[in-house]
């Protein structure tokens, strides 16, 4: 069993950055592809970035390419994601996910999610 927390959020001005960060519970985090995704208002959950066991593999929306970046610290057990260049449009919440094996965008084949994180980018 993994417990993931997610923080950082917070009401930011576009074009503005933020970083986000999840910490898992449990010393077997480095078993987990990690994921993050978020959902918006009225629309359907969405991948934005994942990255694998040891961070050697990470994967990324187009919307967010060259904005977001993630990755992680195995020793804190956390795993982050620095979202720079924001607009309006990636406000949403944000959830981290983890699943064992090879990261993966689809969200149904992570088994472990945390609570969310809101993020609001005003223009």
């Known amino acids: 069993q993994v417990q993931l927390v997610e923080s950082g959020g917070r009401l930011v001005q576009a074009g503005g950055s933020l970083r986000l960060s999840c910490t898992a519970s449990?010393?077997?985090?480095?078993?987990?592809?990690m994921g993050w995704f978020r959902q918006a208002p009225g629309k359907e959950r969405e991948f934005v970035a994942a990255?694998?066991?040891?961070?050697?593999?990470?994967l990324y929306a187009d919307s967010v390419r060259g904005r977001f970046s993630t990755s992680r610290d195995n020793a804190k057990n956390t795993v982050y994601l620095q979202m720079a260049s924001l607009k309006p449009e990636d406000t949403a919440g944000y959830y981290c996910?983890?699943?064992?094996?090879?990261?993966?965008?689809?969200?149904?084949?992570?088994?472990?999610w945390g609570q969310g994180t809101q993020v609001i980018v005003s223009s």
């Open positions: 449990g010393r077997t985090f480095s078993r987990y592809a």
């Open positions: 990255i694998s066991r040891f961070g050697g593999m990470k």
């Open positions: 996910a983890a699943k064992e094996g090879e990261p993966v965008t689809t969200g149904r084949q992570y088994t472990y």
